[in-house]
């Protein structure tokens, strides 16, 4: 079997999945350069979840030109150079848009997100993280982020059942779907081993 070449892996979910963390011991696993969200750069994420309707707008187009940044600069300098692993994908932007935004807002993002979409590049696969949503809520607590002590359940499961809307009929790129309810990447090894082994068979030339 060959090693993966040139690839760019993307590891997507809600809020407090675990993505940045599969997504760090996969880019040291596959040798690849690691592409992480700074989220707490937002200067409006503070407040957003006390006043969702009052500061997604302003929280949504920071993110937008955020990710696009990132993206763009980061895959000028190093696409068909290496693999790269990501936390997140830039599509994910739509996901949080449609739930947050007015239509008059949301008309507005679609306009900017449209052109901005097509300038980035995409991923050759998805791995999309899931549980259900008292293990997320337990995962959130735990980290305690400042910012996300107000974060209430039903806006958390609405963006789960967002993600699984999105997924259903997503189909630009390979996606494996993982259930982690029982699976903590951060401490074991088999299963995280089973995934690697899944990501080099799927790349296989």
């Not at 996969?26 to 409006?44: G, M, T, Y």
């Not at 006043?51 to 940044?69: C, E, H, N, V």
């Not at 299963?191 to 030339?205: A, G, N």
């Amino acid at each position: 079997m060959q090693t993966i070449k040139n690839k760019f892996i993307a590891v997507e979910g809600v809020i407090g999945v675990g993505k940045t963390t599969l997504a760090k011991r996969l880019a040291k696993e596959l040798n690849s350069k690691l592409i992480c969200e700074v989220v707490e750069e937002n200067p409006f994420l503070h407040k957003f979840y006390d006043d969702i309707k009052g500061r997604a707008f302003q929280t949504q187009i920071f993110f937008l030109l955020s990710r696009y940044r990132q993206m763009k600069k980061f895959f000028q300098i190093e696409m068909f150079q290496t693999n790269i692993v990501s936390d997140y994908m830039f599509m994910k932007d739509s996901i949080f848009a449609n739930l947050t935004l007015n239509q008059d807002e949301l008309r507005m993002y679609q306009a900017i997100f449209s052109i901005l979409k097509e300038k980035v590049v995409h991923p050759d696969l998805i791995i999309y993280l899931y549980a259900d949503l008292e293990k997320v809520l337990h995962r959130i607590k735990s980290r305690n982020r400042t910012f996300e002590r107000n974060i209430q359940p039903e806006y958390i499961n609405n963006l789960m059942k967002a993600y699984d809307n999105f997924f259903t009929t997503f189909t630009d790129c390979k996606v494996i779907k993982i259930d982690t309810n029982n699976i903590n990447y951060s401490r074991y090894t088999k299963q995280f081993d089973k995934l690697v082994i899944t990501i080099k068979k799927m790349f296989q030339i």
